[in-house]
């Protein structure tokens, strides 16, 4: 590669690396610390020596895999966005008078008892949550990018070579939300672009030889006029006279034109998802000379990179780009640490998967081979191999009974009879009263239910005792719902960890990881279950539990599901077929319980999808096909049942934009909804798109400790009969209450079900 040194731009051109990596600890350090912080048992600078730890291990793991340019300020104490907002001045007024940056940033972050906190949403189509930033009509900003540099300088201290990545001006006003009142986050970009200027030019000072500026919104249909802007906030940014090299990283999907935008402007590197996303747009962009950082190890899934592919695809795009990196196709921040002590996998398993630290040497293997040959590489390569020849042959992965279940299915099998007439019969079953008032599931996770389980865990007590335990907490539950008066009752669901992963661990083609923890918002981490093979119930999963709850009232108890949709959305999922035939698998495992569950005796099942927004695809192109098999993925869960049989599900957020019609298209009989905190407005949206089943509106916030009076309740079911008639109206709180006391529970409950029977005499 000597036509390299002819550059100018190539001497500092690297080749191997990574948009960002996980944070919070491969032991989960971080957690731990950040929890004694807020607990007071620890103090700042403890938790800042626990936090330059893990900043130092993993700078030190990149260089060490081979890595000549390391991101050294994408560790968190929290959140990437509210890093930002805290770098760009523009953390809400209510904590500004808060002295301490540090205690003010984790009040932004929780809140305290004076203070709400930001809002939390789902970073792009990930199981990441990101602070929603808000932009008020006063929101001014200055900025402070004392951290960033000190990061800098730190790592540049001890010889790596370091990069800075900050999270760029479209991106953080397009993902930031506009309060009291003030214009579109977006409109304040030329407010931004000053501050990043002078952001360029402090890096530079630091001796920061490159900025990494992150816009995954170019993949996106976020706003209009993305282009135009990527041309002009980077024509104007790659402007600036004396700054560090300038990679902008897109990841999450294609950035198409965007592309071809950013290279008109003086920025020296894009990086493009090629795992998301295609070579098509990269070759079309007229790159010319600039470095491509080209992520074709899949930074947010488990599997073994198809190396030679991937070598493949670097070398096609070296005949027509300047100059080529080798990296993953995003941060590492959504996948574990490391397969080093998941002992408990077989072997030909472990050696299907990477984690992040395996997918570090992946990435490094290919930018030798991309030098030197595959050859040179050879034991990574022929792992690679083997794993693409096992996983195409393993019989988990292709079981017949399975295959030709599905392949047996017909529009029949998921389309129920007119709702109407299942209303009727429905009725006639269940001798509901008008307005029914029911819960969503979940009672509180009590800490007998939390001792049980780990008790059980531990191996102290046995299946029977727990199974005792449980049923225990079962009744309790059931008391508490006939003492308040409710309905139609729950089991509780205290014998479940997870609402996915109770499933995953009860299915055919799941397994769990002892250690796969990924972060989820802040402290919180989950360890999703990964989807490998075809999946299959081998038996009932939740009848024991449910017709238990039924034997000890004569009110209905509902059946208990998480749906098809929700379990994809919170697995790792296998990438070697189709998204929707897997959701299919799986609808099929569901639809057995259902069935199961109704020949039983349970007259209502709940088939729960809260993450059926969550999956909808960045480009709008690609949402009608997703929207299609998620729809008739719940369709085959519930499609199995009796006329008779009450399908309910639930979904939680009340901005469903675009899934609305979906909504409507599941077709089940109830549906219950978030509605508690934007004034039941779903309804009427509901109403547009043509639905016109039952409805239960979230009539008040669990989310929040504060139990709410019977006139607020009173008010929120007047306000409801606005949107539906009486007939169709169901009484429930807006999601799950296993996050609440008890007590709270059982006083606000009481307060729905007086409300219920107050309304009820008025309808
Ligand atoms: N049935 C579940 C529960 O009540 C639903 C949880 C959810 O909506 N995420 O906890
Ligand atoms: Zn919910």
Known sequence: MSDDETHTTTTAAFHATVPG???????????????????????????????????????????????????????????????????????????ATISDPLDRYFAAARGNDLVAPLEMTKWFDTNYHYLVPEIGPTTSFALDASTVLADVTRARSIGVPARAVVIGPITFLALSKAVHGADAPLTRIDDLLPLYEDLLAQLADAGAEWV??????????????????????????????????????????????????????????????????G???????????????????????????????????????????????????????????????????????????????????????LSRALVHGAADQAPQFEASRAALATRATDPRLNVAAVRERLDALEPADWTRTTASIRRAKQDAALNLPLLPTTTIGSYPQTVEIRKARSALRAGSIGTTEYRDRMQREIADVIALQEKVGLDVLVHGEPERNDMVQYFAEQLDGFFATANGWVQS??????????????????????????????????????????????????????????QAQTAQQVALAIRDETVDLERAGVPIIQVDEPALRELLPLRAADREAY????????????????????????????????????????????????????????????????????????????????????????????????????NRLWVNPDCGLKT??????????????????????EA
């Open 279 to 365: 070579v098509d747009s990269v070759l079309a962009a007229g790159l010319g000379e600039k470095l491509v950082v080209a992520g074709v190890v899949d930074g947010r899934n488990v599997w073994r990179t198809d190396l030679d592919r991937a070598l493949a695809t670097l070398q096609s795009l070296r005949e027509h780009v300047g100059t080529l990196a080798v990296s993953t196709s995003c941060s590492t921040l959504h996948v574990p640490y490391t397969l080093r002590g998941e002992s408990q996998l077989d072997s030909t398993l472990a050696g299907w998967l990477a984690f992040a630290d395996e997918k570090f040497a992946e990435v490094a293997a």
């Open 627 to 726: 929207l299609d098999w998620a729809v008739t993925s719940f369709r085959i869960a519930t499609g199995g049942v009796a006329e008779a049989t009450q399908i309910h599900t639930h979904l939680c957020y009340s901005e469903f934009g675009e899934v609305i019609g979906a909504i409507a298209a599941l077709d089940a009989d109830v549906t219950s909804i978030e509605a508690a905190r934007s004034h039941m407005e779903v309804l009427h949206d509901l109403d547009e798109a043509g639905f016109a089943n039952q409805v239960g509106p979230g009539v008040y916030d669990i989310h929040s400790p504060r139990v709410p009076g019977t006139d607020e309740i009173t008010a929120s079911l007047r306000e409801a009969l606005g949107a539906v008639s009486a």
């Open 212 to 277: 990494q500026i992150d816009e995954p919104t170019l993949v996106t249909d976020q706003a209009e006029g993305l282009t135009e802007l990527a041309e002009r906030v980077y024509g104007r940014l790659g402007a600036v006279p004396s700054r560090p090299r300038l990679l902008v990283q897109t990841y999450f999907g294609d950035a198409g034109d965007r592309l071809a935008a950013l290279a008109r402007t003086e920025v020296d590197a894009v990086g493009v998802d090629l795992v998301a996303g």
């Open 21 to 95: 990596v996980a944070r919070i600890g491969a032991n989960r350090e971080l957690k731990r610390a950040v929890e004694a912080y807020w607990a007071g048992r620890i103090d700042a600078a403890a938790l800042e020596t626990v936090a330059d730890g893990i900043k130092r291990d993993s700078w030190n793991q990149l260089v060490q895999a081979g890595f000549d340019s390391v991101p050294v300020t994408t560790f968190s104490y929290y959140d990437q966005m509210l890093d930002t907002a805290a770098m760009l001045g523009a953390l809400p007024e209510r904590v």
């Open 740 to 761: 609440r006391r008890t007590e709270e529970v059982t006083v606000a409950l009481k307060r729905m079900v007086t409300a219920a029977l107050l309304v009820r005499q």
């Open 521 to 578: 918002y802040g402290s919180r981490c989950v360890r999703p279950p990964i989807l490998f093979g075809d999946v299959a119930r081998p038996t009932p999963m939740t009848v024991g539990w449910i017709t238990y709850a039924q034997s000890l009232t004569n009110r209905p108890v509902k059946g208990m599901l998480t749906g098809p949709v929700t379990i994809l959305a919170w697995s790792f999922v296998r990438d070697d077929q189709p």
